[in-house]
């Protein structure tokens, strides 16, 4: 359906303007896809696979998986297209709207559990070794092989120059090892000479990896994540964490993590210069920030923020932003509307201020 070729956007002026001055800020826009998230380019490996063996009359009843959005929407387009039934366990009310309906809207069936992803994940687990249905979790190779081809196209749309930096928002870790497998693919195969160094962004509500780096990798726990506004990192027991932390020592990596003030100004920054970035993408522009300001991202270094759902999914956490609705938050960059009597005088008084510095 169309997934994968995703714009890598010059950043010009969020760079420039926010970044200290950063000229090769670049944002990989995997997000404006299919159903609005990376997950298509796995989910298109994987449901094809299901396709085949049901084909060859392997017993498969459906997919199913558990999901803290993006995934089930991916899992139930691509199943709607081939015909396949899916399942989605999502946690009730942790997602946004936009992504519940789009599992409904493809016919998937739709269990909304009073409970977190970490626990969706226990129970499809358990349904899975019970019933014919194929997991489709992220711990399944076949979406990886997919999710690599990002890594690919980076290097493919620098011609064949290997960026810097790749920041990466992290929650269940399969996309950051999915990345490192990509770009370790094009310097075995010697199309390029090095790997980047990789940088996986935590919201600090669901921050396990970030934990087990500052202890320098020496005490793994997972966490009871809170409620965060990047949503679909919200995940305390990441089912990749092996994964990711051989991505990250292998490439010389960097955990960092933005708190939900941080994230939602640095979506408001990036939205400010023309992008309509989703708050997972802000929390990996947090992470740049932190680490331009410690001097570990230096200003020409070449620097690609993964950009990992469509803003369009997640509009509710900007209303609630732009109309300071969030508790403890200043939300200094909010853009309310101003609301203004239909008369032209009043119209002019409002237009007149604003636009006092210009005319
Ligand atoms: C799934 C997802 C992530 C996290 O990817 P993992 O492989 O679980 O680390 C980040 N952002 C968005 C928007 C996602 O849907």
């Not at 190779?141 to 980076?154: D, F, M, V």
């Not at 989703?278 to 020409?300: E, M, S, W, Y």
Request: charged share 20%; hydrophobic share 40%; net charge neutral.
């Amino acid at each position: 359906m169309f997934e994968g070729n995703s714009n890598c956007f010059w950043a010009k002026r969020l760079g420039l303007e926010y970044f200290g001055g950063m000229n090769e800020l670049w944002v990989k826009h995997c997000g404006i896809s299919h159903t609005g998230s990376f997950k298509d380019l796995g989910m298109t490996v994987l449901v094809s696979q299901v396709n085949r063996l049901r084909r060859l009359k392997r017993p498969i009843a459906g997919v199913g998986c558990a999901s803290t959005g993006d995934t089930s929407a991916a899992l139930s387009a691509y199943c709607a297209a081939a015909g396949i039934p899916s399942i989605v366990f999502l946690p009730a009310d942790r997602i946004s709207i936009a992504q519940l309906v789009q599992p409904i809207a493809n016919g998937a069936t739709v269990l909304s559990l009073d409970t977190d992803f970490d626990g969706c994940m226990r129970l499809i687990r358990e349904v899975t070794a019970e019933l014919p249905i194929y997991l489709a979790n992220s711990l399944n190779s076949l979406r990886l092989e997919g999710q690599k081809t990002a890594a690919i196209e980076i290097v493919q749309q620098f011609d064949w120059q290997v960026p810097d930096w790749v920041i990466i928002p992290g929650g269940n870790l399969g996309n950051i090892y999915a990345f490192y497998k990509g770009f370790e693919l094009c310097r075995e195969l010697g199309l390029v000479d090095k790997v980047p160094r990789l940088v996986c962004a935590q919201a600090a509500n669901a921050n396990p990896l970030y934990l087990y780096y500052k202890s320098e990798w020496k005490d793994f726990k997972p966490v009871i994540a809170s409620q965060t506004f990047a949503s679909a990192i919200q995940i305390g027991d990441p089912v990749s964490i092996d994964r990711a932390v051989h991505a990250l020592k292998a490439t010389n990596g960097i955990v960092e993590e933005a708190t939900e003030e941080e994230l939602m100004n640095a979506t408001a920054q990036a939205d400010q210069t023309g992008m309509f970035a989703c708050p997972h993408t802000g929390v990996a522009l947090t992470a740049l920030k932190k680490l331009r300001d410690q001097g570990v991202i230096n200003k020409n270094d070449r620097t690609v923020v993964v950009s990992t759902a469509h803003g369009l999914k997640f509009t509710q956490s900007k209303v609630d932003y732009h109309s300071r609705e969030i508790q403890n938050m200043l939300c200094q960059y909010a853009n309310p509307p101003v609301n203004v009597k239909a008369d032209f005088g009043s119209v002019m008084d409002v237009l007149k201020k604003k636009l006092s510095r210009n005319i």
